[in-house]
């Protein structure tokens, strides 16, 4: 069985909230089949976080993850949640739970955000609205300090007169003191919207402090723009945090990366297209001596022979090629083949790619580059496109002009 999925969301007196939220557990079952998706929530709402992953854990094989569902680092996700799940671990001896990362910021929100905004806004051009862009406020300064991230990036993208922030509790600006700020400047048609997923108590007092600063400020416009809601965006990322959790492999154990030093070490390759021929050019770059076997191969790998370096085999591969390898690349477009090969590297305990089937093989080829003095390798779960793209970001990350490291 798959691993539950605990939706750990904060619950709210109002009803329609904890409907809109049962609604997302419903999209995300729809993203994840197979994972039995249960909601808790912190408070307000039954049932509570502790008694979902108790109950999850026991007919789950005692393996759960936990998602919070919150845009931000406020105090739930900092220490609620996680003493939540030590309660539920503590009541089911021998179990293990994962704590997903919470939601944001997350591109895929902020445009959900956009769209609100947008449709609130109707008919006023962007460049003659100005956003009233409310936060819950929290207790930690950082969850606050990434609001006014969140309205800095609305403001960069959306074309907007300006972007205010406020906070509906806890910290300043109060809603009406933005409201009097953006005022002051001459904004006289205003959308607000309040940062957070559900109907609740918050999105009722943004309505009623909008309603009444607008009763004070009969020459200024004010529309409500809804909250973010149980949309497919939200569900995608619900289902994204939880799949991040996983171990690399189906079997259950994540990948031991290491790096090879192959310098002078026989390496040998099976195949000479398009796989195997991108991955002789980096096993030539390591320092490796490759043989390549393959009646017939890519110009790359062709040129590579002419320059001396590495060896065209131009025939079938044949079991006696594995002898004396430390590596070995199973590429051919054949699986009968590429088994051969694989089981051929197994009885020699030499590690073996397989190109067509994973699973058939005893290593993983990391999407790698190098960057200011390292080398990042990134080996995901048989999701070769994202694996490519988690590398892309590390690398952009590192490529920053202050990057932190
Ligand atoms: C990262 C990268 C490194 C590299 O290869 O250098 C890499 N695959 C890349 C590209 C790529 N792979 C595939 C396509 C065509 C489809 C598409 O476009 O989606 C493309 C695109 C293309 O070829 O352009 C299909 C595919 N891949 C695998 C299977 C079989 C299976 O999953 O069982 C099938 C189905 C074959 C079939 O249908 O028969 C398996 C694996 N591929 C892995 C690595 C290993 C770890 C994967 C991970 O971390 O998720 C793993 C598990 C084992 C291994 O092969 O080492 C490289 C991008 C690097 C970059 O861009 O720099
Ligand atoms: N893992 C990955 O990243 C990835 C990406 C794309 C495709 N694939 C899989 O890898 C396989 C190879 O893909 P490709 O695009 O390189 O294929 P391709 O058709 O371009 O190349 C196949 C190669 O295998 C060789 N070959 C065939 N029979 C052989 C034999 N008996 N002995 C030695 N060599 C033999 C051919 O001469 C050719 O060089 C595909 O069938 C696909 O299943 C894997």
């Known amino acids: 069985m798959s691993v539950p999925l605990i939706i750990a969301a904060h619950g709210t007196r109002v009803g329609e909230g904890v409907a809109q939220c049962e609604e997302l557990a419903g999209l995300v079952a729809e993203r994840l089949p197979g994972v039995p998706v249960t909601v808790g929530y912190v408070e307000l709402a039954q049932p509570t976080i502790t008694d979902a992953l108790v109950a999850s854990l026991a007919d789950g094989g005692r393996r759960a993850v936990v998602v919070p569902l919150m845009l931000g680092t406020g105090g739930h996700v900092r220490s609620d949640i996680p003493q939540f799940i030590a309660e539920a671990t503590a009541r089911v001896p021998g179990s293990r739970v994962e704590y997903a990362r919470h939601l944001g910021p997350e591109p895929r929100l902020i445009e ?28 930690v300064p950082e969850a606050n300090a990434d609001h006014l991230r969140v309205a800095r990036l609305l403001f960069e993208r959306g074309g907007w007169a300006d972007v205010e922030s406020a906070f509906i509790q806890v910290t300043r600006p109060s809603l009406p003191e933005a409201l009097d700020r953006a005022y002051a400047h001459g904004a006289r048609r205003i959308v607000v919207m309040g940062h957070w997923l559900f109907a609740g108590r918050l999105k009722g007092w943004t309505r009623e402090q909008a309603a009444e600063w607008q009763g004070a400020h009969p020459d200024a416009e004010v529309r409500v723009a809804d909250v973010i809601g149980a949309c497919a965006a939200l569900a995608d990322v619900v289902a994204e945090r939880y799949r991040e959790t996983l171990p690399v492999s189906e079997g259950g154990s994540p990948a031991y990366l290491a790096g090879l030093m192959l310098g002078g070490r026989d390496v040998l390759v099976v195949g000479g297209g398009k796989v195997a021929s991108r991955r ?30 590495l060896t065209w085999l131009a025939r079938e591969f044949d079991d006696a090629d594995l002898d004396g390898t430390w590596y070995v690349m199973a590429a051919t477009d054949s699986p009968e083949v590429n088994a051969r090969v694989a089981e051929g590297a ?60």
């Open 346 to 405: 197994e009885l020699r305990h030499t590690f073996c790619v397989r190109a067509d089937d994973a699973r058939g093989g005893s290593a993983w080829t990391p999407a790698t580059a190098e960057v200011r003095g390292v080398t990042v390798g990134v080996v995901g779960n048989r999701e070769p496109r994202r694996t490519r793209d988690v590398r892309d970001a590390i690398v952009a990350a590192l490529s920053e002009p202050d990057p932190t490291p």
């Open 112 to 139: 959900a955000v956009e769209a609100r905004l947008t449709e609130a806004a109707g008919e006023w051009e962007p460049s003659e609205t100005t956003v009233v862009f409310v936060g819950r406020g929290a207790l």
């Open 280 to 309: 002789a050019s980096r096993l030539v770059e390591s320092g490796a001596r490759v043989r390549v076997v393959a009646p017939s191969v890519t110009r790359a790998v062709e040129a590579l022979a002419d320059a001396g370096r």
